[in-house]
């Protein structure tokens, strides 16, 4: 009796002893069906390929348009921005300025009031120092959500108490400088 190693062997063989029998026969039926698949096969493959490489030409086409586009949008993005800077110095220089800010925060009855004037004026900063780095600016928007500028966010260094933290300016933690900014007039 052979072992089963064996038997896979010879049953393997046989199986391609028969397959090579059956191509290499010219046998005109099989060889030619052969044959013919064997040619669809190929020229399926070739136009698989072809419509390959059209779509990755195609493709590296719509990358370069689109790279392109991002830098142009760079560009005009970052000529913007200097326009809006020029603007807003020249606001500054013209001595205009936005109307002071009034917050109140939740459950409290009295407002903080922001002076843009004394900030650029008094204390000759530039809007820079502040835009966009602490407070990001949108035209006609509120852009800190209510409930977020708290004297807790400003007591973790955030908001207001980027600068007035004790070193640059007053603290917010200082109970003597309350009155600073919520003063009793509404």
């Known amino acids: ?17 028969l397959v090579a029998l059956l191509f290499i026969t010219p046998q005109k039926g099989i060889s030619a069906e052969a044959t013919d ?11 698989a390929r072809a419509d390959a490489e059209k779509a990755m030409a195609e493709a590296e086409k719509a990358i370069a348009e689109a790279e392109r586009a991002i830098a142009d949008a760079e ?13 807003m110095e020249k606001m500054v220089s013209s001595h205009y300025f936005p109307d002071d800010i009034s917050m109140t ?7 903080a009031v922001f002076s843009h004037a004394k900030h650029t004026e008094r204390e000759q900063l530039k809007c820079i120092e502040c835009h966009p780095r602490v407070f990001i600016m949108k035209v ?7 409930g977020q500028l708290t004297m807790s966010e ?21 109970i003597t400088s309350c009155k600073r900014c919520h003063s009793q007039k509404q």
Do not use: Q, W
């Open 140 to 146: 006609g928007k509120n852009v800190v959500k209510a």
């Open 37 to 47: 698949y064997v040619e669809k096969a190929r020229l399926d493959a070739e136009k």
């Open 105 to 111: 925060a939740p459950g409290s009855t009295t407002p």
């Open 75 to 87: 560009r005009s993005k970052s000529k913007a921005k200097e326009e809006k800077a020029k603007a």
């Open 1 to 17: 009796m052979l072992n089963g190693g064996l038997m896979r062997a010879i049953h393997t063989a046989a199986l391609v002893f």
């Open 154 to 174: 400003m007591k973790k260094g955030k908001y207001c108490g980027n600068c007035h933290n004790g070193h640059k300016a007053f603290s917010v933690t200082e």
